[in-house]
């Protein structure tokens, strides 16, 4: 876990952009009776054995080149937008990271 998210924080450190991580929470899987099962029966699944962490930050420089050799195993985006102000062109990135 911790290896990912140096790598990931020594990356942006290099390009000049800090990213804001917060820890997330992973829900654990909720199961439902099939019809006539027993509840006794019923196997509760394991909690996943990574965490979850959401990222997000604004920069100038245009996404392919923000994530250029970063390694993107356990790195989910989830939202990229642009915004025009004063002529300058700004790119908000938001996504998740998944570490053990």
């Given at each position: 876990e911790q290896e990912v998210?140096?790598?990931?924080?020594?990356?942006?450190?290099?390009?000049?952009?800090?990213?804001?991580i917060i820890v997330g929470t992973i829900e654990k899987v909720k199961t439902e009776l099939l019809?006539?099962?027993?509840?006794?029966?019923?196997?509760?699944?394991?909690?996943?054995?990574?965490?979850?962490?959401?990222?997000?930050?604004d920069t100038e420089l245009r996404p392919e080149m923000v994530f250029e050799g970063l390694?993107?195993?356990g790195i989910r985006l989830t939202a990229i937008s642009n915004q025009?102000?004063?002529?300058?062109?700004?790119w908000s990135i938001k996504g998740q990271i998944y570490a053990k």
């Open positions: 998210l140096i790598n990931f924080t020594s990356h942006f450190q290099r390009i000049g952009i800090k990213p804001e019809p006539g099962q027993d509840p006794a029966t019923q196997i509760t699944p394991p909690a996943p054995e990574w965490k979850q962490y959401g990222f997000s930050f390694r993107t195993t025009v102000t004063n002529a300058r062109l700004t």
